[in-house]
């Protein structure tokens, strides 16, 4: 389990290097990330260690929502006079994800062979 998550923070940190090396607007996980995909993908699929590992870490992700909820109540009254741009921001992303989702699935289901029943 120490090597799997040491390889996770790995990732991460070749990520965040990219990200302030490069100057990017992407957070450094997500580049981390793409990059674990990438290998993982090179290398045919994950290693059951890294697989058990990160389905441990997914079965306590509530808990990684902690600092972020600490966060909201930290900054509570910027949030009372941002609030008309947060739910703005809000309505639009999650519209913006939907609607990708369906153009995604429609275009996938156009590439996939009809079965029969």
């Known amino acids: 389990?120490?090597?799997?998550?040491?390889?996770l923070l790995l990732f991460?940190?070749?990520?965040?290097?990219?990200?302030?090396?490069?100057a990017l607007p992407v957070p450094g996980p997500v580049i981390?990330?793409?990059?674990?995909?990438a290998a993982l993908a090179w290398r045919g699929?994950?290693?059951p260690e890294l697989r058990n590992t990160a389905q441990n870490l997914l079965q306590h992700l509530s808990l990684l929502f902690v600092p972020a909820g600490v966060?909201?109540?930290?900054?509570?009254?910027?949030?009372?006079d941002e609030w008309l741009?947060?739910?703005?921001s809000l309505f639009a992303s999650t519209f913006i994800t939907i609607a990708v989702t369906a153009l995604v699935m429609r275009a996938l289901q156009?590439?996939?062979p009809e079965q029969k029943s």
């Open 110 to 112: 156009r590439r996939a």
């Open 12 to 22: 991460q940190l070749a990520g965040e290097a990219i990200v302030l090396f490069f």
């Open 45 to 47: 699929g994950s290693p």
């Open 71 to 80: 966060g909201v109540m930290l900054h509570l009254q910027r949030m009372a």
């Open 32 to 37: 981390g990330m793409g990059l674990l995909f």
């Open 1 to 7: 389990m120490l090597a799997a998550i040491t390889l």
């Open 85 to 88: 741009p947060i739910l703005v």
